[in-house]
């Protein structure tokens, strides 16, 4: 039977800083975790801070320039543009940021319009330019689904505002969505499908597949991938491509000590029943942790691993299967 990697233990305490989400979503949970076993794993003394973050560029500028030591950042692939300044990092960017691992979450970013404006696809938006209203996030250059939103709009040639619409711009996507269930928007752009209000859209709605074009520019420009929504994930939708929205990436500075680097993955990977038990009332496709967590697969990161993060995912049995 092949080895576990070894369990980290740490004589020293330590004094560290997380950043999470607005207080009660995943990335908080996912702190939480991080910070309780490292805790029991380091010195006596160890103290662990959860600062209250947003949980998109924010947290990736909080850790680069040096606020946090380590942060939750969603979606993973939008990271990658702080690596080089492109993008909402063109004025500030971190070339050692680093990955301590992945934790999954499939999303996607949608964009559906009410049925009785009788559109079906983007060409169809355009032909017909009706007056909009799209509930979405806040464009701020912070709010990853304001920015992602914003940016499939334009560049499909969609201008809600000279049409004679309004965007209904909040931060979190309950808002969103209760914009769209009551009545206050015909158009709805974001992203954690998982959440059963979209299933309450029903035949009201329709999904439109975002054109080829527009995604290739998204990955060309900006490293943004597409993705595909599946047959019947939404009621009465056949499936479509969109922008893929997935994963949250446990970031962190190159010049975090090896051994804490190597402790963070440790417990990503080897207590991962911990985190994947509070989400087991839910279907792993509706679920905003997408289990069961799968260790070689969290270390497959677009931001370079952290070497000390590295070296357990390199320790991991060559063979390793999902229970």
């Known amino acids: 039977m092949n080895a576990r990697p070894a369990e980290p233990r740490i004589d020293r305490s330590l004094r560290l800083q997380l950043q999470g989400d607005w207080g009660t979503a995943n990335l908080h949970r996912v702190c939480g975790w991080i910070g309780q076993e490292l805790t029991d794993r380091a010195g006596p003394h160890t103290r662990v801070g959860i600062w209250n973050?947003?949980?998109?560029?924010?947290?990736?500028?909080?850790?680069?320039?040096?606020?946090?030591?380590?942060?939750?950042?969603?979606?993973?692939?939008?990271t990658v543009a702080a690596l080089d300044?492109?993008?909402?990092?063109?004025?500030?960017?971190?070339?050692?940021?680093?990955?301590?691992?992945?934790?999954?979450?499939?999303d996607r970013l949608v964009f559906?319009?009410?049925?009785?404006?009788?559109?079906?696809?983007?060409?169809?938006?355009r032909e017909l330019k009706?007056?909009?209203?799209?509930?979405?996030?806040?464009?701020?250059?912070?709010?990853?689904?304001?920015?992602?939103?914003?940016e499939i709009l334009a560049r499909s040639g969609v201008d809600v505002l000279d049409w004679g619409g309004r965007f209904l711009s909040d931060e979190r996507p309950f808002e969103s969505l209760a914009h769209v269930l009551e009545g206050r928007a015909n158009a709805i752009a974001h992203e954690a499908v998982m959440l059963p209000h979209w299933q309450r859209l029903g035949?009201?709605?329709?999904?439109?597949?975002?054109?080829?074009?527009?995604?290739?520019?998204?990955?060309?420009?900006f490293g943004w991938p597409a993705a595909t929504v599946s047959d019947g994930y939404f009621p009465g939708q056949s499936s479509f491509r969109t922008l893929d929205f997935s994963d949250f990436l446990v970031v962190t500075r190159a010049d975090l000590?090896?051994?804490?680097?190597?402790?963070v993955a440790w417990i990503l990977g080897e207590t991962r029943h911990l985190i994947e038990a509070q989400y087991l009332h839910?279907?792993?496709?509706?679920?905003?942790?997408?289990?069961?967590l799968d260790p070689p697969t969290m270390g497959i990161s677009p931001v370079p691993l952290h070497t000390g993060a590295a070296s357990y995912y390199r320790a991991l049995p060559a063979a390793e299967p999902l229970p």
């Open 53 to 78: 973050g947003r949980g998109f560029s924010d947290n990736v500028r909080a850790v680069g320039r040096g606020e946090v030591d380590i942060a939750l950042t969603t979606p993973t692939a939008f």
């Open 130 to 150: 009706p007056v909009l209203h799209v509930a979405t996030s806040v464009n701020d250059g912070v709010n990853a689904v304001g920015l992602a939103a914003h």
């Open 203 to 221: 035949a009201d709605y329709r999904f439109l597949e975002v054109e080829a074009d527009v995604l290739e520019s998204l990955e060309t420009d």
């Open 112 to 125: 559906a319009i009410h049925s009785s404006l009788g559109v079906t696809t983007f060409a169809e938006l």
């Open 85 to 106: 300044g492109r993008g909402t990092y063109r004025d500030e960017f971190y070339p050692d940021l680093r990955a301590l691992g992945v934790v999954p979450q499939r």
């Open 257 to 263: 000590p090896e051994d804490v680097a190597y402790a």
């Open 282 to 292: 839910l279907a792993p496709e509706r679920s905003p942790v997408t289990y069961p």
